[in-house]
């Protein structure tokens, strides 16, 4: 590492950040023949391939990485100390990646997109896969910016920020055999189960729970998005026990029936987490309040409605209009 040229070091940053050449051409005001001329010296260095072809994009190897992770912060403190961040989003070129699952995209991508086009026209913003298997790994290995996703899956070293705490409730279509009496455990597990696996595991925290119990269940089905949920319950015997959110807007429109579960499953709190590597990125901060402000605004317009709270007290409203109607 001996008269390393500083110069190196600040463009393997860019490229680690923006997972491209071609980025981190955008990012510095280079061309890029001379962001690749300078990986291939990077490459004699510190001999190691450092980045490898990944579809369209590069993968940093192991070397690369753990680079990364010790200069990444020095650097950082240089950067700001010579040139201080700013960013102004009218004029700023930049390419986000948010690891997440496609019920926050639903949630939360239209609002941001809506936004860009008002006030960032430059910038774009891009899902990567999430799952409860890379929860943990997306962000030390750089495969994205922020992750959105269930709070207890993240690292604890990890800057995060709560969006909302959500509810499991058990659902299926309105005229299901079920809907129209109370969910008892044993009724439950005669049922045929709907489970969305992003993981593609046929287990969840449900059978989890049941195994503890000596129970089982048959999950008939397997999804690996929140989004075809609500079609396939309206249209199948099918019933899941998902987050309030998932099936929100149909059960508020009644065309979905929502029961609360005959097993405990604690609520669910959802997050937004980022690497203290990026504690002093004004795009990030940017990007991080916006996406808190949407996440937390479409929540309140369903969330809330559809909690078990609101499902009690339903159910209380109903019963007591029952026994009103059998008096007279």
């Known amino acids: 590492m001996k008269n390393i040229d500083l110069n190196l070091l600040l463009i393997f940053?860019?490229?680690?950040?923006?997972?491209?050449?071609?980025?981190?051409?955008e990012r510095l005001s280079m061309t890029q023949p001379a962001v690749s001329n300078a990986v291939a010296r990077m490459r004699q260095v510190w001999n190691d391939p450092l980045f490898i072809k990944d579809g369209r994009g590069i993968k940093p190897t192991t070397f690369a990485l753990s680079l990364w992770?010790?200069?990444?912060?020095?650097?950082t403190m240089i950067k700001d100390a010579v040139n201080p961040q700013e960013f102004d989003p009218s004029t700023a070129k930049r390419r986000f990646r948010v690891a997440c699952a496609d019920i926050m995209v639903d949630l939360v991508w239209l609002p941001m997109r809506r936004?860009?086009?008002?006030?960032?026209?430059?910038?774009?913003?891009?899902?990567?896969?999430?799952?409860?298997?890379?929860?943990?790994?997306?962000?030390?290995?750089?495969?994205?910016?922020?992750?959105?996703?269930?709070?207890?899956?993240?690292?604890?070293?990890?800057?995060?920020?709560?969006?909302?705490?959500?509810?499991?409730?058990?659902?299926?279509?309105?005229?299901?055999?079920?809907a129209s009496q109370e969910l008892s455990l044993e009724r439950y597990l005669e049922a045929d189960h709907l489970l969305v696996s992003l993981s593609g595991d046929a287990e969840g925290f449900v059978d989890t729970a049941l195994k503890q119990m000596g129970k089982s269940r048959r999950v008939a089905v397997t999804v690996n998005h929140f989004a075809s949920v609500p079609a396939m319950l309206l249209g199948t015997d099918l019933i899941s026990v998902v987050a309030n959110?998932?099936?929100?807007?149909?059960?508020?429109?009644?065309?979905?029936?929502?029961?609360?579960?005959?097993?405990?499953?604690?609520?669910?709190?959802?997050?937004?987490?980022?690497?203290?590597?990026?504690?002093?990125?004004?795009?990030?901060?940017?990007?991080?309040?916006?996406?808190?402000?949407?996440?937390?605004?479409?929540?309140?317009?369903?969330?809330?409605?559809?909690?078990?709270?609101?499902?009690?007290?339903?159910?209380?409203?109903?019963?007591?209009?029952?026994?009103?109607?059998?008096?007279?």
């Open 115 to 178: 936004l860009i086009e008002r006030e960032a026209p430059h910038i774009d913003l891009h899902a990567v896969p999430y799952s409860r298997l890379n929860a943990s790994t997306i962000l030390p290995n750089a495969e994205a910016d922020l992750v959105i996703g269930v709070l207890e899956d993240m690292r604890s070293s990890d800057r995060k920020e709560l969006l909302f705490q959500g509810e499991y409730v058990c659902a299926m279509r309105r005229d299901h055999p079920l």
């Open 13 to 25: 940053d860019a490229v680690m950040t923006e997972s491209s050449i071609s980025g981190a051409a």
């Open 69 to 75: 992770n010790q200069t990444n912060g020095p650097l």
């Open 245 to 328: 959110t998932v099936v929100a807007k149909e059960a508020l429109a009644g065309k979905l029936h929502i029961t609360v579960p005959p097993v405990a499953i604690p609520s669910t709190q959802v997050a937004v987490s980022w690497h203290a590597r990026h504690d002093r990125d004004p795009g990030l901060h940017w990007l991080r309040e916006n996406i808190v402000h949407f996440a937390r605004q479409e929540w309140a317009k369903y969330g809330p409605a559809c909690c078990l709270q609101t499902l009690a007290c339903k159910a209380s409203a109903m019963h007591s209009e029952k026994s009103r109607k059998e008096l007279h």
